[in-house]
């Protein structure tokens, strides 16, 4: 996406519809991805996570929709084997200096 575009998030709320609305309003290009609002939920924040060691650090739309299907993925896959690969991924990030 570009300067003119906007990404809108769709958690079933009467805010979703309002933010479609404002963004059609002001952006030549808007798309939206839908999801349960309590999925991205389900998880508590931490010091790591799958998208922080999968993606690099973006600040587009098109970084923001990548590091949500990664969380997204995470949670449907969620479980302790799959939190300590992500904790020997994060530690294998800092050791190769990868992230900076």
Same mark, same amino acid.
């Given at each position: 996406m570009g @300067?003119? =575009?906007?990404?809108v998030l769709f958690s079933g709320?009467?805010?979703s519809t309002v933010c479609l =609305?404002? =963004?059609l309003e002001r952006f030549e290009?808007? @798309?939206t991805l839908g999801f349960a609002y309590g999925q991205r939920h389900a998880v508590r924040p931490g010091v790591t996570g799958w998208a922080q060691v999968r993606h690099?650090?973006?600040? &587009? +739309?098109e970084d923001s929709l990548e590091k949500l299907q990664y969380d997204l993925f995470y949670i449907k896959h969620l479980s #302790? =084997?799959?939190?300590l690969f992500v904790i020997?991924? &994060?530690?294998? &990030? +800092? #050791?190769t200096r990868r992230g900076s």
């Open positions: @300067e003119g =575009a906007s990404l709320g009467q805010d =609305a404002w =963004a290009r808007v @798309e690099r650090y973006g600040n &587009t +739309v #302790i =084997a799959f939190d020997l991924e &994060t530690m294998k &990030t +800092v #050791i």
